[in-house]
């Protein structure tokens, strides 16, 4: 990149700088890609190759933990990435509208069941998705979710390196 896209001025590239990816609406830091500063107005790039796979990486993260019940920053995410409207994910759990948009303003915290139910969803689309296996072990990693969960106000960061999402094959799982 060369010029800035926002006023014409010259860009420098900045290298072994973490970048916030905060445009999925979650907090991941990416590592290892290279950011472009306009020299002029201070505004930063970040060109991410392979960013479908980077979703998929974040989702079966996300999909993976297992300590707490998922936010409403997490079920909005799952459901952008499942392309899907609201109602539409609704209408795939068997529920009304509403409760799905309260789950994602924080209003209403998600149920055991369907948490685990959207979770599968989203990891057999996933899969399907780049032909491949996000997450080893589903099986067990369902058997060793407390009965009871936690809610949580905001999840801890999601850090990646290029390696976990540039790689043709998605693993990702949280111990």
Known sequence: MKKCIECGGKTVPVKDQPYLYDECGLDVILHGVTQFKCEQCGEIFVSLPNIENL???????????RKSLLTPSE?????????????????????????????????ETIGETQDRLLRSLYMNYA??????VICHGLVQIFSELPRERKKIKS?????????????????????
């Open 55 to 65: 979703h998929r990486v974040i989702g079966g993260f996300i999909c993976s933990k």
């Open 75 to 107: 079920i909005k995410f799952l459901r952008k990435d499942l392309h899907l409207k609201s109602k539409e994910l609704a209408s795939v759990l068997g529920l009304r509208p509403e409760t799905v948009s309260r789950w994602e303003r924080g209003k």
């Open 127 to 132: 899969a399907e998705k780049v032909n491949s």
């Open 155 to 175: 999840p801890k960061k999601i850090e990646l390196n290029p390696s976990d999402w540039l790689t043709g094959r998605v693993e990702v799982c949280e111990a």
